[in-house]
């Protein structure tokens, strides 16, 4: 009796320890951390790891995402869907992928422009091309 009592005690400090240890996941490339101003000039994007914030005119929209690709110029997501702050996430969705990289510019405002495409999972065609700038 003693021993299963160890025993479990030990798997459920191991369990802690290594739930505690989980690495932060960051952008390999640190620009992908800045705002985002859009080229159309209807908002900005924040990008983290996990999440898209929009801030468009006075709402602010979220998109949950996963992080499948993380390299220099280039992040690609799994995310869906997007949703108000002002409501609650919805339970059932699709994600469908989201790619934000870095393309050159041809604006002398914009030190780096970031074209964000989305992609139907379905197809694996682009549904939206957004632009954005970063300053």
């Given at each position: ?11 459920v400090v ?122």
């Open positions: 009796m003693k021993k299963q009592i160890i025993s479990a005690v030990s798997i191991l369990g802690i320890s290594l739930s505690a240890c989980k690495k932060e996941v960051k952008f390999v490339d640190e620009i992908f951390y800045n705002p985002l101003e859009s080229l159309s000039g209807d908002g900005t994007d924040i990008l983290t790891p996990t999440r898209v914030t929009a801030y468009l005119a006075d709402n602010i929209f979220y998109e949950d995402c996963n992080l499948l690709e993380n390299r220099e110029g280039y992040i690609k997501f799994e995310c869906g869907p997007v949703y108000e702050h002002r409501e609650p996430k919805p339970k059932n969705y699709q994600m469908d992928f989201v790619v934000y990289e870095v393309v050159p510019s041809n604006f002398s405002f914009c030190k780096y422009k970031i074209r964000r495409t989305d992609i139907w999972r379905d197809t694996g065609k682009p549904s939206l091309i957004s632009s954005y700038c970063i300053k």
